[in-house]
């Protein structure tokens, strides 16, 4: 993500191995049935589309099962909107490696970060942002820190799964859960004012929205086996 000066920001943060949901295998939707709904399956990208956009950008392919850019290019949203939901995917970046993962994200500001919290996807060791637990793999950014040492080095393939379900928010990684958090209360409202969002009014207020894929990073990001499962 962006660069960011850290506020002191505790957050709270609930560690708990436990064992991620992430299917050793799919079915030929791509899903895992149980009520999953494949988002990429490895051979389509029908499910996604430009931010503020009808096309993927330049610079989004499928190689090798994956959904891959290589270079900075534009962010890419979900055609569908969810409000509440389990998200699970696998993804991998190259050394110094910088991305993430949007949810319920709006398009009408000129950024999807404006509206959408977001779920860091980061390089720890090498990459910058990897020097604050509040921009760190996992994290929700800027807002709630990301224990360190659960994230796999560049090049590897780590599992996340994001749980939002009214206010409720997990962030998972590896079977690890990182952080919990709940929008929309006194702890969010006052990490939030004390962050680079403090004078954004669209952070974090939808309750339904786009998952989103940021590409404005330079290097290479990968993601497979992404599915999604609608809470009531």
Known sequence: ???????????????????????????????????????????????????????????????????????????????????????ELEWKLATKGNAGIFYRGSEREKKIYLTAPEYQLLDD?????????????????????APAGVVKAAGEWNRTRIVANGAHVEHWLNGTKLLEYTLWSPDWEAKVKASKFGSVPTYGREKSGHIGIQGDHEGALSIRNMRIKVLP
């Open 1 to 87: 993500m962006r660069v960011y000066s850290p506020a002191t920001a505790a957050g709270t943060v609930v560690l708990a191995v436990a064992t991620c949901l992430m299917p050793t295998s799919v079915d030929a939707q791509g899903a895992g049935g149980g009520g999953w709904k494949s988002l990429f399956d490895g051979t389509s990208l029908d499910a996604w589309r430009g931010y503020q956009g009808v096309a993927l950008p330049d610079g989004w392919r499928i190689a090798d099962g994956a959904l891959t850019k290589t270079a900075a290019t534009g962010d890419i949203v979900s055609k569908e909107q969810f409000a509440n939901f389990e998200l």
């Open 125 to 145: 060791a090498n990459a910058p942002d990897g020097a604050s637990r509040l921009t760190s793999a996992g994290a929700a950014y800027a807002i709630y820190p």
